[in-house]
């Protein structure tokens, strides 16, 4: 069984990496949602195919040019020299822009077609009964609009937490800093330590399963809304 | 195109004994990628056999091994693995032999490495990559080389490790790593300013050993793979490439 020691920091890292990951992308992914959901512009389908192109790219892709974007000839390397570092790999920083960019499409689906499914018809109530536009965002919008939010916010947390590729293209497996689970369980099969990797493992089969049943439910009950 | 399909295989059969030509699938150690590949090449010019090359960490090769990948033959980047395969029944007994002696090599593209101690006591960079110490014989070396020089404390918040030395190098020439731990073998061609040969006696011998694997005890271009791997015309390719032949 692995110690406390080995698999305690692993697993608050991937934690705080998922729920970091899932306030920035709620807060990135509605605008896009709804623009995606409502805009009549033939720019449509093009920005919507580059949301969801993360679903299609092998996780080294977005790591290669990530380890080339984040570094010192990269947009990351003048970032990062506000807080006096070289690069922006290698950090917890990196690893939040790397998760934003390959859990995007599972925040802004859901989302996207929540509100398409909404329609018009409460937002022009609201308008009518005189409400300004945040309070219908916050008052009817969002309630109406509750398990596409909710179905957004556990796949992506649970997207990260499965995170592996990515990171390990960016990461540096530097424990406590970018030592995530999946990178864990890699390290206890390479090393041989099977055992330690059939617990992490077995964790994460578990954990798995209640985020699908979890989303199973949540369709069930709010209908077919996770597209 | 056809045509030249045809010319092909007319030259082939004129040039090569093609009575016996086999495939042989080999597993290899990702420092030795660019010179199994030139051995291959050779190899098969000579005698006709096919070379599947399959290109990983070490450890990550003999997991799968243990779990009946489909090798002839494990070129390991430690003399462990080997010894390892045959106990567990993997490999062939009798069959084991060092093909190479790696070195390790502090490399840097932005930093004058003439004196590489001094510069590893400086410690004017903010990251040092190597390879996973604990799976792969380079990142051991680099860490051993750390330590004797007294530099383990000062050093550790610094090392970033990549899963192999092909990642290592990665972070080095993406330039995300100021400096680290590689195989001499991977920087050969770079200027000598820019790479650092700590003392031998600095780490353990990095002794690269072979095995046939029982999946290809019967495969006769596995065996005659692991013979040509022990040719002089090896010899002379993994000595330019940056070994050392014990």
Same mark, same amino acid.
Do not use: C
């Given at each position: 069984?692995? =110690?406390?020691?080995?698999?305690?920091?692993?697993?608050? $890292?991937?934690?705080?990496? %998922? +729920?970091? =990951?899932?306030?920035?992308?709620? @807060?990135?992914?509605?605008?896009?949602? !709804? !623009?995606? %959901?409502? =805009?009549?512009?033939?720019?449509?389908?093009?920005?919507?195919?580059?949301?969801?192109?993360?679903?299609?790219?092998?996780?080294?892709?977005?790591?290669?040019?990530?380890?080339?974007?984040?570094?010192?000839?990269?947009?990351?390397?003048?970032?990062?020299?506000?807080?006096?570092?070289?690069?922006?790999?290698?950090?917890?920083?990196?690893?939040?822009?790397?998760?934003?960019?390959?859990?995007?499409?599972?925040?802004?689906?859901?989302?996207?077609?929540?509100?398409?499914?909404?329609?018009?018809?409460?937002?022009?109530?609201?308008?009518?009964? +005189?409400?300004?536009?945040?309070?219908?965002? *916050?008052?009817?919008?969002?309630?109406?609009?509750?398990?596409?939010?909710?179905?957004?916010?556990? $796949?992506?947390?649970?997207?990260?937490?499965?995170?592996?590729? @990515?990171? $390990?293209?960016?990461?540096?497996?530097?424990?406590?800093? *970018?030592?995530?689970?999946?990178?864990?369980?890699?390290?206890?099969?390479?090393? +041989?330590? !099977?055992?330690?990797?059939?617990?992490?493992?077995?964790?994460?089969? $578990?954990?798995?399963? &209640?985020?699908? *049943?979890? =989303?199973?439910? &949540?369709?069930?009950?709010? +209908?077919?809304? *996770?597209? | 195109?056809?045509?030249?399909?045809?010319?092909?295989?007319?030259?082939?059969?004129?040039?090569?004994?093609?009575?016996?030509?086999?495939?042989?699938?080999?597993?290899?150690?990702?420092?030795?990628? /660019?010179?199994?590949?030139?051995?291959?090449?050779?190899?098969?010019?000579?005698?006709?056999?096919?070379?599947? #090359?399959?290109?990983?960490?070490?450890?990550?090769?003999?997991?799968?091994?243990?779990?009946?990948?489909?090798?002839?033959? #494990?070129?390991?980047?430690?003399? /462990?693995?080997?010894?390892?395969?045959?106990?567990?029944? #993997?490999?062939?007994?009798?069959?084991? #032999?060092?093909?190479?002696?790696?070195?390790?090599?502090?490399?840097?593209?932005?930093?004058?490495?003439?004196?590489?101690?001094?510069?590893?006591?400086?410690?004017?960079?903010?990251?040092?990559?190597?390879?996973?110490?604990?799976?792969?014989?380079?990142?051991?070396?680099?860490?051993?080389?750390?330590?004797?020089?007294?530099?383990?404390?000062?050093?550790?918040? /610094?090392?970033?490790?990549?899963?192999?030395?092909?990642?290592?190098?990665?972070?080095?020439?993406?330039?995300?790593?100021?400096?680290?731990?590689?195989?001499?073998?991977?920087?050969?061609?770079?200027?000598?300013?820019?790479?650092?040969?700590?003392?031998?006696?600095?780490?353990?011998?990095?002794?690269?050993?072979?095995?046939?694997? /029982?999946?290809?005890?019967?495969?006769?271009?596995?065996?005659?793979?692991?013979?040509?791997?022990?040719?002089?015309?090896?010899?002379?390719?993994?000595?330019?490439?940056?070994?050392?032949?014990?």
């Amino acid at each position: 069984m692995p =110690t406390l020691d080995e698999i305690l920091p692993p697993i608050i $890292l991937t934690a705080s990496l %998922a +729920g970091v =990951t899932t306030i920035l992308l709620l @807060v990135i992914g509605t605008p896009i949602a !709804w !623009w995606l %959901a409502r =805009t009549p512009s033939r720019w449509r389908e093009p920005v919507a195919a580059i949301v969801a192109l993360p679903l299609v790219l092998p996780p080294t892709v977005i790591g290669f040019y990530l380890l080339l974007a984040l570094g010192p000839s990269g947009p990351g390397g003048p970032l990062a020299a506000l807080w006096g570092a070289r690069t922006l790999a290698f950090s917890f920083e990196g690893l939040v822009i790397g998760s934003i960019l390959y859990s995007l499409p599972f925040m802004v689906q859901p989302i996207r077609v929540a509100f398409e499914s909404m329609g018009p018809d409460p937002i022009e109530a609201a308008q009518t009964l +005189g409400a300004r536009r945040w309070p219908t965002f *916050t008052r009817v919008i969002v309630p109406e609009t509750r398990a596409g939010f909710l179905t957004g916010v556990i $796949l992506t947390f649970a997207h990260t937490i499965g995170e592996f590729g @990515v990171v $390990l293209m960016i990461g540096g497996n530097i424990p406590g800093k *970018t030592k995530v689970l999946s990178i864990a369980i890699y390290d206890f099969v390479e090393r +041989g330590e !099977w055992l330690k990797a059939h617990w992490v493992s077995a964790g994460m089969v $578990l954990f798995a399963f &209640l985020v699908v *049943t979890a =989303t199973m439910l &949540l369709d069930r009950r709010f +209908g077919r809304l *996770t597209g | 195109m056809r045509a030249l399909l045809a010319f092909a295989t007319v030259a082939s059969l004129a040039f090569v004994p093609m009575a016996h030509a086999g495939t042989v699938n080999a597993a290899v150690a990702a420092n030795f990628t /660019k010179v199994a590949e030139q051995i291959g090449a050779d190899f098969s010019a000579a005698t006709g056999h096919d070379v599947v #090359f399959s290109f990983g960490a070490t450890g990550a090769l003999y997991t799968q091994i243990t779990q009946a990948a489909p090798f002839d033959v #494990f070129l390991s980047a430690d003399d /462990k693995r080997t010894g390892t395969a045959i106990a567990d029944g #993997f490999g062939v007994e009798g069959t084991e #032999f060092t093909y190479a002696v790696g070195k390790v090599a502090l490399y840097s593209p932005s930093l004058d490495l003439t004196d590489g101690a001094a510069v590893l006591r400086a410690g004017a960079f903010q990251h040092i990559a190597i390879a996973d110490p604990v799976t792969a014989p380079y990142g051991a070396a680099g860490v051993a080389v750390i330590a004797a020089l007294g530099l383990t404390e000062a050093l550790t918040p /610094k090392i970033v490790t990549g899963q192999n030395i092909t990642q290592a190098l990665q972070f080095i020439d993406s330039g995300n790593a100021e400096v680290g731990f590689v195989a001499l073998s991977q920087v050969l061609g770079e200027p000598a300013t820019q790479i650092w040969l700590p003392p031998q006696e600095d780490y353990p011998a990095i002794r690269q050993n072979a095995v046939l694997l /029982k999946n290809g005890e019967a495969n006769e271009a596995a065996t005659a793979f692991l013979d040509y791997l022990r040719s002089d015309e090896a010899a002379a390719i993994i000595r330019a490439a940056g070994y050392v032949l014990e």
